[in-house]
Protein backbone atom coordinates (compact mmCIF):
# COMPACT_ATOMS: atom_id res chain seq x y z
CA UNK A 1 0.00 0.00 0.00
CA UNK A 2 1.19 3.07 -0.72
CA UNK A 3 0.88 6.73 1.08
CA UNK A 4 0.41 9.63 -1.19
CA UNK A 5 1.80 12.78 1.01
CA UNK A 6 1.84 16.59 0.16
CA UNK A 7 5.70 16.54 0.49
CA UNK A 8 6.68 16.92 -3.50
CA UNK A 9 10.34 15.88 -4.33
CA UNK A 10 11.85 19.68 -3.61
CA UNK A 11 10.49 19.49 -0.28
CA UNK A 12 12.63 16.44 0.91
CA UNK A 13 12.24 15.78 4.63
CA UNK A 14 15.13 16.02 6.77
CA UNK A 15 16.46 15.07 10.08
CA UNK A 16 19.11 16.31 11.98
CA UNK A 17 20.38 13.78 14.30
CA UNK A 18 23.27 15.73 17.10
CA UNK A 19 25.13 14.09 19.67
CA UNK A 20 28.84 13.74 20.39
CA UNK A 21 28.68 9.52 19.75
CA UNK A 22 31.88 8.94 21.56
CA UNK A 23 31.18 6.19 20.86
CA UNK A 24 28.41 5.54 18.46
CA UNK A 25 26.55 2.51 19.70
CA UNK A 26 23.84 0.03 18.84
CA UNK A 27 21.39 2.06 20.83
CA UNK A 28 22.35 5.26 18.48
CA UNK A 29 22.23 3.02 15.47
CA UNK A 30 18.78 2.18 16.22
CA UNK A 31 17.66 5.39 16.56
CA UNK A 32 18.72 6.60 13.26
CA UNK A 33 17.22 3.68 11.21
CA UNK A 34 14.08 4.25 12.98
CA UNK A 35 14.31 7.82 12.24
CA UNK A 36 14.73 6.96 8.41
CA UNK A 37 11.60 5.95 8.52
CA UNK A 38 10.24 9.32 8.90
CA UNK A 39 12.59 11.60 6.88
CA UNK A 40 13.69 10.86 3.59
CA UNK A 41 17.63 12.27 4.31
CA UNK A 42 19.38 11.64 7.82
CA UNK A 43 22.09 13.89 8.94
CA UNK A 44 24.03 12.34 12.13
CA UNK A 45 25.53 15.42 13.37
CA UNK A 46 28.50 14.79 15.73
CA UNK A 47 29.24 17.45 18.07
CA UNK A 48 33.01 18.83 18.84
CA UNK A 49 32.10 18.79 22.84
CA UNK A 50 34.61 20.92 24.33
CA UNK A 51 33.47 19.85 27.79
CA UNK A 52 34.21 16.60 26.99
CA UNK A 53 37.40 14.38 26.05
CA UNK A 54 36.57 12.54 23.37
CA UNK A 55 38.20 8.58 22.77
CA UNK A 56 38.14 9.01 19.01
CA UNK A 57 38.91 12.93 17.04
CA UNK A 58 35.44 14.02 15.84
CA UNK A 59 36.86 12.87 12.27
CA UNK A 60 37.09 9.48 12.94
CA UNK A 61 34.10 9.27 14.82
CA UNK A 62 32.29 10.79 11.56
CA UNK A 63 34.18 8.18 9.51
CA UNK A 64 33.16 5.45 11.47
CA UNK A 65 29.72 6.24 11.34
CA UNK A 66 29.76 6.88 8.02
CA UNK A 67 31.30 3.44 7.52
CA UNK A 68 28.61 1.68 9.47
CA UNK A 69 25.94 2.99 7.14
CA UNK A 70 27.68 2.20 4.12
CA UNK A 71 28.47 -1.29 5.33
CA UNK A 72 24.27 -1.68 6.15
CA UNK A 73 24.32 -0.07 2.41
CA UNK A 74 21.95 2.95 3.82
CA UNK A 75 22.80 5.51 1.64
CA UNK A 76 20.01 8.08 3.39
CA UNK A 77 22.69 9.15 5.94
CA UNK A 78 25.14 12.15 6.01
CA UNK A 79 27.66 12.52 8.88
CA UNK A 80 28.61 15.59 9.64
CA UNK A 81 30.82 17.51 12.37
CA UNK A 82 29.95 20.34 13.93
CA UNK A 83 30.84 23.20 16.08
CA UNK A 84 28.30 25.83 16.29
CA UNK A 85 24.59 25.82 18.31
CA UNK A 86 22.60 22.53 17.14
CA UNK A 87 20.31 24.91 15.36
CA UNK A 88 22.76 26.65 13.44
CA UNK A 89 24.35 22.93 11.91
CA UNK A 90 20.42 21.66 11.31
CA UNK A 91 19.87 24.27 9.57
CA UNK A 92 22.78 24.53 7.55
CA UNK A 93 21.98 21.09 6.86
CA UNK A 94 18.56 22.03 5.75
CA UNK A 95 16.92 19.77 8.72
CA UNK A 96 13.33 20.41 9.76
CA UNK A 97 13.49 18.32 12.64
CA UNK A 98 15.67 17.32 14.95
CA UNK A 99 15.74 13.38 16.50
CA UNK A 100 16.71 12.69 19.53
CA UNK A 101 17.08 9.20 21.55
CA UNK A 102 15.30 8.55 24.92
CA UNK A 103 16.52 6.00 27.17
CA UNK A 104 14.66 6.59 30.44
CA UNK A 105 12.61 9.31 32.25
CA UNK A 106 15.98 10.80 33.53
CA UNK A 107 16.84 11.55 29.63
CA UNK A 108 13.34 12.87 28.75
CA UNK A 109 13.90 15.47 32.04
CA UNK A 110 17.09 16.95 30.47
CA UNK A 111 15.78 16.37 26.85
CA UNK A 112 12.82 18.67 27.75
CA UNK A 113 14.48 22.39 28.65
CA UNK A 114 16.77 21.48 24.80
CA UNK A 115 13.51 21.37 23.23
CA UNK A 116 12.11 24.07 24.55
CA UNK A 117 15.29 26.38 24.07
CA UNK A 118 16.05 25.37 20.49
CA UNK A 119 12.24 25.80 19.82
CA UNK A 120 12.56 29.51 20.82
CA UNK A 121 15.89 29.98 18.96
CA UNK A 122 14.39 27.86 15.94
CA UNK A 123 10.79 27.57 15.78
CA UNK A 124 10.54 26.23 12.44
CA UNK A 125 12.26 22.58 13.70
CA UNK A 126 10.27 20.20 15.09
CA UNK A 127 12.37 18.02 17.63
CA UNK A 128 11.13 14.04 17.78
CA UNK A 129 11.65 12.05 20.29
CA UNK A 130 12.18 8.36 19.77
CA UNK A 131 12.32 6.27 22.75
CA UNK A 132 15.33 3.74 23.05
CA UNK A 133 14.05 0.24 22.19
CA UNK A 134 14.15 -2.31 25.31
CA UNK A 135 17.24 -4.16 24.52
CA UNK A 136 19.22 -0.47 24.07
CA UNK A 137 18.00 1.16 27.32
CA UNK A 138 20.91 0.52 29.48
CA UNK A 139 23.96 1.31 26.95
CA UNK A 140 25.88 4.53 27.46
CA UNK A 141 28.27 5.84 25.53
CA UNK A 142 29.69 6.60 29.00
CA UNK A 143 29.33 2.90 30.26
CA UNK A 144 31.01 1.72 26.82
CA UNK A 145 34.19 4.16 27.38
CA UNK A 146 34.38 2.96 31.12
CA UNK A 147 34.11 -1.07 30.17
CA UNK A 148 37.09 0.14 27.15
CA UNK A 149 39.59 1.44 29.82
CA UNK A 150 39.05 -1.14 32.19
CA UNK A 151 39.57 -4.37 29.62
CA UNK A 152 35.61 -4.85 29.72
CA UNK A 153 34.11 -6.68 25.87
CA UNK A 154 31.93 -3.52 24.28
CA UNK A 155 31.49 -5.61 21.08
CA UNK A 156 27.85 -6.21 22.51
CA UNK A 157 27.25 -2.44 22.68
CA UNK A 158 28.63 -0.57 19.72
CA UNK A 159 28.94 -2.02 15.67
CA UNK A 160 31.56 -4.54 14.79
CA UNK A 161 33.82 -1.78 12.86
CA UNK A 162 33.65 0.53 15.46
CA UNK A 163 34.56 -2.16 18.36
CA UNK A 164 37.62 -2.60 16.22
CA UNK A 165 38.42 1.16 16.13
CA UNK A 166 38.14 1.67 19.83
CA UNK A 167 40.03 -2.07 21.05
CA UNK A 168 43.09 -1.24 18.69
CA UNK A 169 43.13 2.21 20.35
CA UNK A 170 43.72 0.92 23.75
CA UNK A 171 42.75 3.49 26.70
CA UNK A 172 44.59 4.11 29.41
CA UNK A 173 43.53 3.46 33.05
CA UNK A 174 43.06 6.34 35.49
CA UNK A 175 45.52 6.87 37.93
Known amino acids: MT ?11 VGFYPG ?4 FTLGHLDIARRALSLVDRLVIGVSLNPGKAPRLPVAERCEA ?8 NISRVQV ?11 RA ?15 LTSEMPMAAINRRLAPELET ?7 EHRLIASSLVRELLVYGGDIRPYVPENIARRLLSNPAEKPT
Open 65 to 72: IAETFARE
Open 80 to 90: ASFNTLMVDAA
Open 93 to 107: HGAQFVIRGLRSESD
Open 3 to 13: VQTDVSPNDER
Open 128 to 134: VFLTARE
Open 20 to 23: TFDP
